[in-house]
């Protein structure tokens, strides 16, 4: 089972942009598709984005769609979403986690980093 670790969470301020990464330990991410969710207080844990390892197709959802982008670093096992224009709304604990392809069942989970936007 692949573990994952994230990273890149902070404070920024509303039009900021953060980078959160994701990466495997032990394991290499080419054979899964990675997923990014987020849960902010209060309300369940939505899925914004997904890259499949397949043929590197991307899926956003409405939310964060034109502003969020999630891209592969094989070299490094890591699958990077860059945030730009955040909204207060963002703000959220940010999960990554492998599938067999998007949408599907996740097998693993990481443990999260806080992302707050705040002026």
């Known amino acids: 089972q692949v573990q994952l670790v994230e990273s890149g969470g902070g404070l920024v301020q509303p039009g900021g942009s953060l980078r959160l990464s994701c990466t495997a330990s032990?394991?290499?991410?080419?054979?899964?598709?990675i997923s990014w969710f987020r849960q902010a207080p209060g309300k369940g844990r939505e899925g914004i984005s997904c890259?499949?390892?397949?043929?590197?197709?991307?899926h956003y959802a409405e939310s964060v769609k034109g502003r969020f982008t999630i891209s592969r670093a094989n070299a490094k096992n890591t699958v990077n979403l860059e945030m730009n224009n955040l909204k207060i709304e963002d703000t959220a604990v940010y999960y990554c986690?492998?599938?067999?392809?998007?949408?599907?069942?996740?097998?693993?989970w990481g443990q999260g980093t806080q992302v707050t936007v705040s002026s």
């Open positions: 890259i499949s390892f397949r043929d590197g197709s991307t």
């Open positions: 032990e394991f290499t991410l080419d054979w899964y598709d």
């Open positions: 986690a492998a599938s067999s392809r998007c949408g599907a069942e996740i097998s693993s």
